[in-house]
């Protein structure tokens, strides 16, 4: 199968263009000052329509899939996997669907969503819930035309610098422990740029990588939203939520193998350049088949993603196979930005050279949007079944004396 067109090809080559040409001189400087991603940037990455993605042209939008958006995504991550990411704040590329806006939101919100001008943050995560969500326990109650949300979040990226927040919230109180994944709900909790609305205290979390932007932990406090920011049905936000994951992991895997590129090209030019026992490095076996190996890796893993990318466009379910590419990218790249850091030795860690920076957010890969163990865990289900938690009984146990 031929995945890249001559139109994909054009795409790919004019975002490479923009990424080393635009975007890797801005992070080479700003990101060991853990200085944030600048407007003027955000503005030339909206003229692009980077931020449209997916979105449909009546609202400005390119009206792409999602082998673009991971296309895309590779090549602004082999610069600087925070640009990379940004472009998910558009929400309607992110872990929330589009279809999860009404048409009444989507009039109010995709035009200025696609024209970079009203991004937002996820606010799921809280400090005793990550991966699993069902264990949510912000709360909102209802007060006339009004919902009150009331709790902690955690791992809010972008929350301050956002225009609004989709914060999921707990609205039916009356959890049964074997179904509680349901009463969950989203609401978009608009805010000032830069800043924090009404009932709601934000902190950034202090992290050893993913810089040009901050990640905050919140408090909210009977935030008052109207009812009509409440995003699909009251109730079904697990299903909003896990229903964008198939797009959202192939684009994590995206961003992997654009710091793994970025490490692997980094690290071949460096060894052409050094020289050692009178000959550049790139001549000794060793290295040249480190390189080898990595390139190897880079290669099987963005083949398998245009391969889970084609069946997301092509409505094809593949919740298994975009786990497995999620975590083989993420685990490749940890280990080909390494060895990268390896290849250059002590110049590696230093911060003269971006290969420290692609191994710091190549370790996050493993963690967001879903842990490797958790993807694990996908796969084995998928593969055997999932797992029958025997029923306890209440007969003793006999232990001899």
């Not at 296309?71 to 990379?84: D, F, T, Y």
């Not at 400090?127 to 912000?138: F, M, Q, V, Y």
């Not at 225009?163 to 919230?169: C, E, H, N, R, T």
């Amino acid at each position: 199968m031929t995945y890249l067109t001559e139109e994909r090809l054009m795409l790919q080559e004019a975002t490479r263009k923009f990424a080393m040409q635009e975007v890797l001189p801005i992070a080479n400087k700003l990101d060991p000052e853990k200085g944030a991603i600048p407007m003027s940037l955000r503005d030339k990455m909206a003229e692009l329509g980077y931020f449209g993605i997916k979105m449909p042209t009546e609202y400005g939008g390119l009206d792409m899939g999602c082998f673009e958006y991971c296309l895309i995504s590779e090549e602004l991550a082999r610069a600087w996997m925070s640009v990379s990411s940004i472009i998910r704040h558009s929400m309607a590329h992110s872990i929330i669907p589009g279809s999860a806006f009404s048409p009444a939101q989507k009039e109010k919100y995709f035009k200025r969503m696609a024209s970079g001008q009203f991004l937002g943050a996820l606010a799921m995560s809280e400090p005793g819930t990550g991966s699993d969500i069902s264990g949510l326990a912000t709360r909102a109650r209802r007060e006339g035309n009004d919902w009150l949300i009331t709790g902690n979040k955690y791992w809010c990226t972008f929350g301050d610098g956002a225009d609004f927040l989709v914060v999921i919230a707990r609205t039916d109180p009356n959890i049964d422990p074997k179904r509680r994944h349901l009463g969950l709900s989203a609401f978009i909790v608009e805010k000032p740029r830069g800043a924090w609305p009404a009932g709601i205290q934000g902190h950034p979390i202090p992290k050893i990588g993913y810089f040009g932007w901050n990640t905050c932990e919140l408090a909210l406090d009977n935030v008052r939203v109207p009812a009509e920011n409440m995003l699909g049905e009251e109730g079904k936000a697990f299903y909003l939520v896990t229903s964008g994951l198939e797009s959202s992991r192939a684009q994590t895997a995206a961003r992997s193998i654009g710091l793994a590129r970025g490490a692997l090209e980094d690290a071949m030019a460096y060894a052409q350049d050094r020289a050692q026992f009178g000959q550049p490095i790139a001549n000794f076996q060793a290295i040249r088949f480190k390189l080898a190996h990595m390139a190897a890796q880079i290669e099987s893993c963005r083949q398998l993603m245009y391969s889970v990318c084609t069946k997301i466009d092509e409505g094809q379910r593949c919740d298994t196979e975009a786990a497995m590419v999620k975590y083989l990218a993420a685990e490749m790249a940890e280990e080909v930005t390494s060895e990268a850091i390896q290849i250059l030795g002590g110049a590696g860690y230093t911060t003269h050279f971006a290969v420290e920076r692609y191994w710091r957010d190549a370790r996050l890969t493993k963690i967001f949007e879903g842990t490797s163990e958790i993807q694990l865990r996908i796969i084995s289900d998928a593969l055997l079944g999932k797992v029958k938690t025997p029923e306890l009984t209440s007969k003793p146990i006999e232990t001899s004396a």
